[in-house]
């Protein structure tokens, strides 16, 4: 959003009478404009308000009328009526933006959604219905109208506070939706606000509502917490409301459970310290961090945690599976964990080190040794702690120097055992290649075409 061409900035006022110049890209509004030019009510709301209220740059920009959805195709030909809520998806420049028509809600019996949902008529009524007042917030006007700031629930002076609150009754909010209270803890990670205390409150007697919500909905607000500059802010509030303990018994019960990392912490301390130590720009990394101690509450015994990483594969599989996450995903973050209690030493040899890169693939190397450099952070060590660096550096080496981890850096193939040896298609092929990469990451230097083939000719002899 960026690069979006803004016009002259409009000015209201902020709590301390002050101007706050409010930027709106030209192309929403064109998109205002085109909805008043055939005379109808058109605001910005939502989240976007909110963003550039706090000097943020909106992810995007969302637009509320009293047109209806085929009035809306109408209006902007090609448009897309996405679902039977009344949002129209309009693409301008490649950019799509989302206009939806007022609404009313009814009455919720899923913890999930509206029974059906009522078109309303006013913006008041349409803002009534949202979750936060930092949201309950719109820019615009009626027709004939000049824009203006429309704020029924007090949202600019909790954006002020840096504040989090319901819209009315917080738990009427979280009873018709459930995602809610997830959506005020991510929120108050990414925004870095408080959470009020009724609202707080309202979130811990309700916490148990989450398990009514798909694992998809759970796992898009925990990426979305995971992707904030401090993760912690929102999982210290997953754990102390409850929240946490309706998704991941094995995380929540790392509270309390102490280890020898830092005086005074529990594991739990050290898993959101590890989290915010890892790379924002790594999912993976972030979310494998999340987990990378879950297996250590079950196999506690007199401080120790033999065997946690093993554990904890197949504990983090089991959570990330119920979430819905992408099967790859799930066995990325698995191989970190089993792998992430590795011990590295300077006497190891290069071919140590090349069959490490070659048991966990180049772009898991790397993540590896991330979330290593953030479990050090978590435990209060230096990032580079155990020699982490020196092994960077090694590993930095091999492959600058294209070593072979794998069939497909070997000089021969296939085609090659099969039409020099007679070989044919099967096991004893995989096997005889598998062990010439064996022969080469031993010795580099015996990655030759000749040499090969003569080792694959004496491994087929033994094997006859």
């Given at each position: 959003?960026?690069?979006?061409?803004?016009?002259?900035?409009?000015?209201?006022?902020?709590?301390?009478?002050?101007?706050?110049?409010?930027?709106?890209?030209?192309?929403?509004?064109?998109?205002?404009?085109?909805?008043?030019?055939?005379?109808?009510?058109?605001?910005?709301?939502?989240?976007?308000?909110?963003?550039?209220?706090?000097?943020?740059?909106?992810?995007?920009?969302?637009?509320?009328?009293?047109?209806?959805?085929?009035?809306?195709?109408?209006?902007?030909?090609?448009?897309?009526?996405?679902?039977?809520?009344?949002?129209?998806?309009?693409?301008?420049?490649?950019?799509?933006?989302?206009?939806?028509?007022?609404?009313?809600?009814?009455?919720?019996?899923?913890?999930?959604?509206?029974?059906?949902?009522?078109?309303?008529?006013?913006?008041?009524?349409?803002?009534?219905?949202?979750?936060?007042?930092?949201?309950?917030?719109?820019?615009?006007?009626?027709?004939?109208?000049?824009?203006?700031?429309?704020?029924?629930?007090?949202?600019?002076?909790?954006?002020?506070?840096?504040?989090?609150?319901?819209?009315?009754?917080?738990?009427?909010?979280?009873?018709?939706?459930?995602?809610?209270?997830?959506?005020?803890?991510?929120?108050?990670?990414?925004?870095?606000?408080?959470?009020?205390?009724?609202?707080?409150a309202a979130i811990t007697r309700q916490a148990e509502l989450v398990r009514h919500l798909s694992g998809e909905r759970v796992a898009s607000e925990l990426q979305k917490l995971l992707g904030a500059e401090r993760p912690s802010i929102g999982l210290r509030l997953l754990e102390a409301t409850g929240l946490l303990r309706q998704i991941s018994a094995e995380l929540a019960d790392q509270r309390g459970l102490v280890q020898s990392k830092i005086t005074g912490e529990d594991l739990w301390d050290h898993t959101v310290r590890t989290v915010d130590a890892a790379p924002r720009d790594s999912p993976v990394v972030r979310l494998a961090a999340l987990v990378h101690d879950i297996g250590k509450p079950a196999t506690s015994s007199d401080g120790h945690f033999i065997g946690?990483?093993?554990?904890?594969?197949?504990?983090?599989?089991?959570?990330?599976?119920?979430?819905?996450?992408?099967?790859?995903?799930?066995?990325?973050?698995?191989?970190?964990?089993?792998?992430?209690?590795?011990?590295?030493?300077?006497?190891?040899?290069?071919?140590?080190?090349?069959?490490?890169?070659?048991?966990?693939?180049?772009?898991?190397?790397?993540?590896?040794?991330?979330?290593?450099?953030?479990?050090?952070?978590?435990?209060?060590?230096?990032?580079?702690?155990?020699?982490?660096?020196?092994?960077?550096?090694?590993?930095?080496?091999?492959?600058?120097?294209?070593?072979?981890?794998?069939?497909?850096?070997?000089?021969?193939?296939?085609?090659?055992?099969?039409?020099?040896?007679?070989?044919?298609?099967?096991?004893?092929?995989?096997?005889?290649?598998?062990?010439?990469?064996?022969?080469?990451?031993?010795?580099?230097?015996?990655?030759?075409?000749?040499?090969?083939?003569?080792?694959?000719?004496?491994?087929?002899?033994?094997?006859?």
């Open positions: 959003m960026a690069g979006l061409p803004l016009p002259g900035p409009q000015l209201i006022t902020n709590e301390a009478g002050g101007p706050i110049a409010l930027r709106i890209p030209s192309p929403v509004q064109a998109i205002l404009e085109v909805l008043r030019d055939d005379g109808r009510a058109a605001y910005v709301v939502g989240g976007s308000l909110r963003d550039i209220l706090i000097g943020r740059t909106p992810a995007d920009w969302d637009l509320a009328t009293d047109a209806r959805p085929e009035v809306l195709q109408t209006l902007f030909p090609g448009a897309l009526y996405q679902n039977t809520f009344g949002t129209v998806a309009v693409h301008r420049d490649g950019v799509q933006y989302e206009i939806t028509t007022f609404r009313r809600d009814h009455a919720y019996a899923d913890f999930r959604r509206p029974h059906r949902v009522e078109f309303g008529t006013t913006i008041e009524e349409d803002l009534a219905r949202r979750d936060f007042t930092v949201n309950a917030l719109a820019w615009g006007a009626v027709p004939g109208a000049a824009d203006t700031l429309i704020d029924p629930f007090g949202g600019r002076a909790d954006l002020e506070r840096r504040r989090l609150r319901a819209v009315g009754d917080a738990s009427d909010r979280f009873g018709e939706d459930a995602l809610r209270m997830f959506r005020a803890v991510r929120l108050a990670a990414q925004l870095e606000f408080t959470i009020a205390p009724p609202t707080l946690h990483d093993v554990v904890g594969g197949e504990l983090s599989a089991g959570l990330l599976g119920r979430l819905h996450v992408s099967r790859p995903v799930i066995e990325r973050v698995g191989l970190l964990v089993r792998n992430h209690m590795f011990s590295y030493e300077p006497a190891w040899s290069d071919t140590a080190v090349r069959r490490m890169i070659a048991r966990l693939g180049a772009p898991a190397i790397s993540e590896l040794l991330a979330l290593r450099a953030a479990d050090n952070l978590g435990s209060g060590l230096p990032a580079d702690a155990n020699g982490l660096d020196e092994l960077r550096d090694r590993i930095a080496e091999q492959l600058q120097a294209k070593a072979v981890l794998d069939r497909s850096g070997l000089v021969v193939d296939g085609d090659d055992l099969i039409r020099e040896l007679g070989l044919a298609e099967g096991p004893i092929l995989g096997s005889i290649l598998d062990r010439l990469v064996e022969v080469v990451l031993n010795d580099p230097a015996q990655n030759d075409r000749p040499a090969l083939l003569l080792r694959a000719q004496a491994m087929l002899a033994e094997d006859r």
